[in-house]
């Protein structure tokens, strides 16, 4: 990653650029493409920082100016997921073709932010069917008809299922916990 030049620099001064200076070579340039196509300082400058940051931060910027179009009246209920072709992991696979719902991507940014997924669609309505994300690695079936979604299925492949024990060491625990709790009282 080398510097810009200073013929980059004195070209971007004559542009008119007035934004945080590129660290790069490659920036400079994009910098100086961008305003040569008629962007402005600031939104060749937003661009520029844009490409700084990290996926999360990404996503952050991204969902705030969701969060800014919504305001202004664009009706925005969430995005269509889509793995990457190649990218299938049990990480991700879960979100395949599911619905993930503003609020839901907003308490969660990390899920914008996963390598291999992408928003497929900005959908104005709720899909009436399909899956739905509930959290991180959450994903649920989206009841017929209901207005808000229900979980009739959830999946974490992060939880495996315990075996069922033998015996009667459930009903030991509960009265363990019966005898406690009255003596606490």
């Known amino acids: 990653m080398h510097p810009p030049t200073e013929k980059q620099r004195a070209f971007l001064n004559d542009l008119g650029y007035i934004g945080v200076p590129p660290l790069t ?23 520029m920082l844009l490409d700084r940051a990290s996926p999360i931060e990404r996503a952050r ?3 705030a100016n969701v969060e800014e179009r919504k305001r202004n009246g664009n009706q925005i209920a969430g995005w269509r997921l889509k793995v990457q072709s190649g990218a299938k992991t049990s990480q991700n696979s879960i979100y395949n073709g599911a619905f993930l719902p503003f609020e839901i991507g907003k308490q969660n940014p990390e899920l914008l932010a996963i390598v291999g997924l992408e928003l497929d669609n900005e959908l104005q309505r709720r899909p009436a069917k399909g899956s739905i ?3 991180p690695n959450q994903v649920a079936d989206i009841k017929v008809g209901a207005k808000k979604s229900t979980v009739t299925r959830q ?11 033998k015996g009667c060491l459930g009903i030991l625990l509960a009265a363990v916990f019966i005898v406690v ?5």
């Open 133 to 135: 994300v509930v959290g």
């Open 155 to 165: 999946s974490n492949p992060q939880m495996t299922s315990q075996p069922k024990r």
């Open 61 to 63: 910027i991204y969902l």
């Open 25 to 47: 070579l490659r920036e400079a340039s994009e910098l100086i493409t961008s305003m040569k196509d008629g962007l402005s300082s600031s939104v060749a400058e937003k661009a």
């Open 181 to 185: 709790a009255m003596a606490l009282q």
